[in-house]
């Protein structure tokens, strides 16, 4: 397997780095700003509002296969990467490849995915049940800053997952223009390679963390065949539901089992929909959660 700790998927940068980086280059400031806006609006304002006041309903989506997985706090540091890893592909595309890069598109992506995922979160909230205990500086961020009432959709899965796939379909566009020759296109082949696989350690992460069920899992994979059908392909899907757990925790026995619910929860959400969210792919995951019993 690739070493992806020493390529470019594993580097880190932070957000002032991104802001600052955005704020020196006019073109990106709106797109910017637009997932700042994104991400207040339909991530911490649905959830903050139920927690404190409540109004929504919210909806447990353990499944019993996630007793088995071992809170492994040791991983905060790469579940919380899921935001430099989109933030670092944006300004990595736009370094190299300038306008040409679509690091505006980029992040408007990045934008639309918060979107999205409001759709559901401003009817119906989802959770799973956390270990009480805190054990260092990363869980007591993530207890502020995440009242845990938005679990499916995962935008942890969804953004870094598909942060590789719109920087794969841009780098692709690049080549089919002739603008990479061979060596930047091994370069690049390299970077994609490490992003893929970062985003799939953040997967893994998300479980171990006890931040997602197995059931957030599958139904953000699914997500994300709606969204990107050209690049998420039902074998795809599979295969990465087949690999869960194989980077994170090699080791885990229970592994195979959790795969396999994984494989059910894409199959019981039914055929790739529609990436609009209207009426499409936003039914079989609302009827999913409603009727969703742990």
Known sequence: MKDYS????????????????????PRLIAPGLKVAFEAVRGFFVPQFRTAWFG????VYVD?????????????????????????NAAMRLDRRYGERGRAGEFIRGIAEQYHDAAFV??????TTVRPKRI?????????????????????????????????????????AEGYIDAGESEEAADWLAGLYEHA?????????????????????????GCKYPEIFSGERLREIADGLFSREAPRLKEAPAIRR??????????????????GSW?????RFLASYRP
């Open 55 to 58: 109004g929504r309903p919210v």
């Open 121 to 126: 979160y401003k009817r119906i909230h989802s």
């Open 282 to 286: 936003l039914r079989p995951i609302l």
């Open 135 to 175: 054990d260092d500086l990363y869980a007591a961020l993530i207890r502020v800053f995440d009242p845990h009432l938005n679990c499916v959709p995962s935008l942890h899965v969804s953004l870094a997952l598909g942060s590789w796939a719109m920087a794969a379909a841009v780098i692709a566009e690049l080549g």
């Open 6 to 25: 020493k390529g470019y998927g594993r580097s880190y940068a932070s957000i002032g780095a991104f802001v600052f980086y955005c704020l020196s280059h």
């Open 63 to 87: 499944h019993p296969l996630d007793k088995l997985v071992p809170y492994l706090p040791q991983k905060a540091p790469v579940y919380m990467s899921f935001v430099s890893l989109w933030m």
């Open 200 to 224: 799939l350690a953040i997967v893994d992460c998300t479980m171990l963390m006890k931040q997602h069920s197995v059931n957030c899992v599958g139904a953000s994979l699914w997500y994300l």
């Open 261 to 278: 619910r994984a494989a059910e929860v894409l199959d019981a959400l039914g055929p790739i929909r529609s990436p609009t969210p209207g």
